[in-house]
């Protein structure tokens, strides 16, 4: 089955900083790969996605890059603010045509003011 | 729209008994799935459904059953409660078919003492 590794398991950045977070895949027919938030205490919430026919996805001040032959992808946050402190879990389909998704292990992102 | 909802919120069970978490979605999606969230882990697949009468085993479905009669309705249940199964419970619904997407209800925390 599919295996999701995430990085790093925590990060810390200075308010207006840019935050990076990097996930590899091991299946070769993923083709969906998701990021959620998740504020404590509450349910993930998406807040970008990418296909794998896409090598970069932007909105706003957050973008996704994917690199199909390398199986990784990486959630980019720029001009961070407070509100952005969250844990945030990267996801990939099980299989092409698949709607299952394999989650890692998530990042606690720390956004010092 | 209410999105998907969940009951109880909270629960508290003793070990060997059993209960029923109730998730309701009104977005008729027809896929829909039971995940459970430890403590700095990210989320692992327990069942899954992609219509009524149809369901299957995730990652994680030991000591849990599900059933789908309905399109909106999908509950989990626990037979003789373990503290293993001390988790908070997500359960999601998707479109599927012409998306990934999937959409979280807020979640149920149980702890099995």
């Known amino acids: 089955g599919e295996n999701v590794e995430q990085h790093p398991s925590t990060l810390s950045v200075q308010e207006g900083d840019s935050a990076v977070i990097k996930c590899t895949y091991s299946d070769s027919a993923s083709n969906y790969f998701p990021w959620y938030k998740q504020e404590l205490g509450k349910r993930p919430q998406l807040i970008i996605d990418i296909r794998s026919n896409v090598g970069e996805k932007k909105d706003q001040r957050i973008a996704v890059t994917l690199n199909k032959t390398a199986k990784h992808f990486s959630l980019h946050i720029t001009e961070t603010q407070p509100e952005d402190s969250a844990v945030y879990f990267c996801a990939a389909t099980s299989g092409a045509g698949s709607y299952q998704l394999t989650f890692g292990k998530g990042t606690k992102l720390s956004v010092i003011p | 729209n209410a999105g998907v909802t969940q009951t109880p919120k909270f629960r508290i069970l003793k070990i060997g008994q059993s209960m029923t978490l109730q998730c309701t979605q009104d977005?008729?999606?027809?896929?829909m799935y039971w995940y459970r969230q430890d403590p700095g882990m990210g989320l692992k697949l327990i069942y899954y459904?992609?219509?009524?009468?149809?369901?299957d085993k995730g990652e994680v479905p030991n000591g849990y059953n599900v059933s789908r009669s309905t399109t909106e309705d999908f509950p989990l249940r626990l037979e003789l409660a373990a503290p293993s199964q001390t988790s908070v419970y997500f359960c999601a619904s998707g479109q599927g078919v012409l998306t990934y997407t999937q959409y979280f209800g807020p979640g149920t925390r149980l702890t099995v003492l």
């Open positions: 459904s992609v219509g009524a009468g149809i369901t």
């Open positions: 977005m008729n999606h027809n896929y």
